[in-house]
T-cell receptor
Framework: RKEVEQDPGPFNVPEGATVAFNCTYSNSASQSFFWYRQDCRKEPKLLMSVYSSGNEDGRFTAQLNRASQYISLLIRDSKLSDSATYLCVVNMEYGNKLVFGAGTILRVKS | DAGITQSPRYKITETGRQVTLMCHQTWSHSYMFWYRQDLGHGLRLIYYSAAADITDKGEVPDGYVVSRSKTENFPLTLESATRSQTSVYFC???????????FGEGSRLTVL
C-alpha cells in the first residue's frame, strides 16, 4: 500500500461545478497535511495547509478525517484556471519527511 | 531576483556520464530538498539538507550524491547516469521543519 494515495482522475467538470478530491494516508501518526497545486510542466506550489478543524480559503475547503485517515479538498464554483494537478502531501513523522501523492488531475471545461 | 533557481533547465546526457544539477536559493532557508517526479509516482525525495554540511537520504538516494557547503547551494550529482534516472528533478527549500516548500522550476534530464 502506498503511503499517500490519490485518485489520479482526470476529473472533468464544467465551469461553476463543485468538485471534491480525497487522499488517504497510511501512517496514523502523521502530523501535518497539505494540498499543493501543480500546473502542467510547472513546479508545485502550496495551495493550503489542512488543519484538524478544517479550513477554508475562498472557494477552497480542506478537511481532515483522522479516524479514517484521509484528507479532502473541495472546490466550489470551479473556474477554468483551476485546471491543474492537485497533490496531497503528508508529513509522515516528526521531521521533514513529506510524502507526496501522485496527484489528481482536474480539468474544468467551459 | 530572490527565489530558488535550478540549472540547467534541460539536459540530455548519455549512460555512464556524470551530471550535476545546480540549485541556488536566495532566502537563506535552512532546509533544502531534491525530488524527482515520474509519471505514476508523484514526487519522491532523493536527499535533503537541514543546514550547511548536514545532508540525509530520502526515499530514493541510490545513484545520487549531494553536498551543501554553503546554505544557498545544494547541488545534486548523478555519478554515473542511468536511463532510469531520466526524470524531472525539483529542488525545494523551506525555512523550517515541515514548512511550506518553495520549488524551483525543475530540471528535465534525459539519459540516453
Amino acid at each position: 500500500r502506498k503511503e499517500v494515495e490519490q485518485d489520479p482522475g482526470p476529473f472533468n467538470v464544467p465551469e461553476g461545478a463543485t468538485v471534491a478530491f480525497n487522499c488517504t494516508y497510511s501512517n496514523s501518526a502523521s502530523q501535518s497535511f497539505f494540498w499543493y497545486r501543480q500546473d502542467c510542466r510547472k513546479e508545485p506550489k502550496l495551495l493550503m495547509s489542512v488543519y484538524s478543524s478544517g479550513n477554508e480559503d475562498g472557494r477552497f475547503t480542506a478537511q481532515l478525517n483522522r479516524a479514517s485517515q484521509y484528507i479532502s479538498l473541495l472546490i466550489r464554483d470551479s473556474k477554468l484556471s483551476d485546471s491543474a494537478t492537485y497533490l496531497c502531501v503528508v508529513n509522515m513523522e516528526y521531521g521533514n519527511k513529506l510524502v507526496f501523492g501522485a496527484g489528481t488531475i482536474l480539468r474544468v471545461k467551459s | 531576483d530572490a527565489g530558488i533557481t535550478q540549472s540547467p533547465r534541460y539536459k540530455i546526457t548519455e549512460t555512464g556520464r556524470q551530471v550535476t544539477l545546480m540549485c541556488h536559493q536566495t532566502w537563506s532557508h535552512s532546509y533544502m530538498f531534491w525530488y524527482r517526479q515520474d509519471l505514476g509516482h508523484g514526487l519522491r525525495l532523493i536527499y535533503y539538507s537541514a543546514a550547511a554540511d548536514i545532508t540525509d537520504k530520502g526515499e530514493v538516494p541510490d545513484g545520487y550524491v549531494v553536498s551543501r557547503s554553503k546554505t544557498e547551494n545544494f547541488p545534486l550529482t548523478l555519478e554515473s547516469a542511468t536511463r532510469s534516472q531520466t526524470s524531472v528533478y525539483f529542488c525545494a527549500s523551506s525555512d523550517y521543519d515541515a514548512g511550506e516548500l518553495f520549488f524551483g522550476e525543475g530540471s528535465r534530464l534525459t539519459v540516453l
